[in-house]
């Protein structure tokens, strides 16, 4: 099967730097996805690794290990705004799987 | 603009009865994807689809079918609808064959009474 760990949820305060972890655990993975879904709306894409390293768009950045199963996603500059929850997902064997999602909760 | 739509947006129904929700995409994407979204378990994966009559069950498949008969729509029907398969809805499609930058509709909130 195919699973994906990440915090529930993670409270940081405007202006701040936060980094939400996830591990997972697929057959035929070959990369990492992240998405933001604000309350009532539908997920929208960030970020995809689909090799070991560091991407930067703008303010987020993420990040993967192959060899440690293992990739984050670090918001800098925080904005009330960015309270969301936040999904990573794995393309595995062809068939995408989502996270539970990790909560964000920006503080003034 | 390209665009990912779905109908209805919030649909009530009964125990029972056949409820199909619909997915409409100009992206032209070949892939095509529905997910249940519920409080604690995230997206899950209902069924997807490739192509022109191709579809392919997901997680949480049971009690659901879909039929691919255009490159445009997906739609999800359930066939007797239990109170289990209460949740938000979305529908997304893709120009790459896993979770590399889906697009996602807007959600449909179906509750069955």
Redesign the interface.
Known sequence: GQSLEQPSEVTAVEGAIVQINCTYQTSGF????W?QQHDG?????LS?N?LDGLEETGRFSSFLSRSDSYGYLLLQELQMKDSASY?C????S????????TSLIVHP | DAEITQSPRHKITETGRQVTLACHQTWNHNNMFWYRQDLGHGLRLIHYSYGVHDTNKGEVSDGYSVSRSNTEDLPLTLESAASSQTSVYFCASSEARAADTQYFGPGTRLTVL
């Open positions: 070959y990369g990492l996805s998405y709306g539908a997920p929208t894409f995809y689909a999904f997902a794995a393309g595995g062809y068939i995408p799987t989502f996270g539970r999602g």
